[in-house]
């Protein structure tokens, strides 16, 4: 979506804490190839197509993720898919009983 339609405050809580994580590429004439984020890291999405790119603080991608979001359980994949990803490295720490 173009840069003007991005409003930090509509992003869910979580990740409006997040601020400074947040990326966007909207300038393809300053790339060495003249493409758009989604172009570089998805080749292109098409109608109805949402994507997740995970991208580890080192700035390498971890992980990308791709729904149909017209098929019912779209959301629901994702969701599986996020947690399944995470659930490799992060965990909540055992509180002492």
């Keep these: ?19 400074w994580t947040f990326y966007l590429d909207d300038i393809p004439e300053q790339d060495t190839r003249g493409s758009l984020c989604t172009n570089k890291w998805l080749g292109s ?16 991608v971890g992980s990308i993720g791709r729904w149909d979001s017209s098929v019912d359980d779209a959301g629901e994949e994702a969701a599986k ?10 965990q909540v720490p055992e509180t002492a009983a």
């Design 45 to 60: 999405l098409g109608p109805g197509e949402v994507a997740i790119v995970n991208v580890r603080p080192d700035g390498y």
């Design 81 to 90: 898919w996020l947690d399944t990803y995470y659930d490799r490295f992060l």
């Design 1 to 19: 979506m173009p840069k003007s339609d991005i409003e930090v405050t509509d992003l869910p809580p979580l990740l409006q804490d997040s601020r």
